[in-house]
């Protein structure tokens, strides 16, 4: 079973940085992303940022800029590099992985790592 487990979230003061790591596990036949979702209560789940199997990136664009997200070339590990970050960026930040496999496409959520950026 695919599984991912994020880490690398805490407590960073505004302008701080922060490197999330988003570790895959499990078969994988086909990848056709990976990507960094973010959520605030009361909020519905954001995009944050996706890598897709050639390397293409792209971003919210509120954030681009300032995060960058890079993935290992066996697509067993997404890292999304945050850096000047604000109070805003708050939130709970999910992995998800979107896979396809004899054309049936599946997707796979981490539990997420909390990120917080206080005033």
């Known amino acids: 079973q695919v599984q991912l487990v994020e880490s690398g979230g805490g407590l960073v003061q505004p302008g701080g940085s922060l490197r999330l790591s988003c570790l895959v596990t499990?078969?994988?036949?086909?990848?056709?992303?990976l990507r960094w979702y973010r959520q605030s209560p009361g909020k519905q789940r954001e995009f944050v940022a996706g890598i897709d199997e050639a390397g293409t990136t792209n971003y919210e664009e509120s954030l681009k800029g300032r995060f960058t997200i890079s993935k290992t070339d066996l697509n067993d590990r997404a890292d999304l590099q945050m850096n000047n970050l604000k109070p805003e960026d708050t939130g709970m930040y999910y992995c998800n992985i979107q896979t396809r496999r004899d054309g049936h496409p599946s997707s796979y959520w981490g539990q997420g790592t909390q990120v917080t950026v206080p005033p």
């Open positions: 499990g078969s994988i036949y086909s990848v056709i992303g």
